[in-house]
């Protein structure tokens, strides 16, 4: 699982995802595969993490609205 926190305040939950790989622009979450689940814009991403415990702390402290996408 990894969990997105975009500046507009959104999280969302990608459940398929285990990772994230980031160039200069983009943020990847990406499979156990190493498939790319979703992309975003890194410049609208204020954090990012794959740790529960942390995601958990983030979902408590800092989402406003949450969305899910299941695996």
């Known amino acids: 699982m990894v969990l997105v ?3 507009n305040g959104d999280c969302i939950e990608l459940m398929a995802a285990v990772a ?15 498939d790319a689940v979703a992309t975003f814009e890194l410049a609208t991403v204020a ?3 794959s ?4 995601a958990e ?4 402290e800092v989402c406003e609205d949450l969305t899910v ?3």
């Open 69 to 71: 996408l299941p695996a």
């Open 47 to 49: 954090r990012h993490t």
């Open 5 to 7: 926190y975009l500046k």
């Open 57 to 60: 702390e983030m979902k408590e």
């Open 20 to 34: 994230t790989e980031q160039d200069e622009s983009t943020l990847t979450c990406v499979n156990v595969h190493g």
């Open 51 to 54: 740790d529960a415990l942390v």
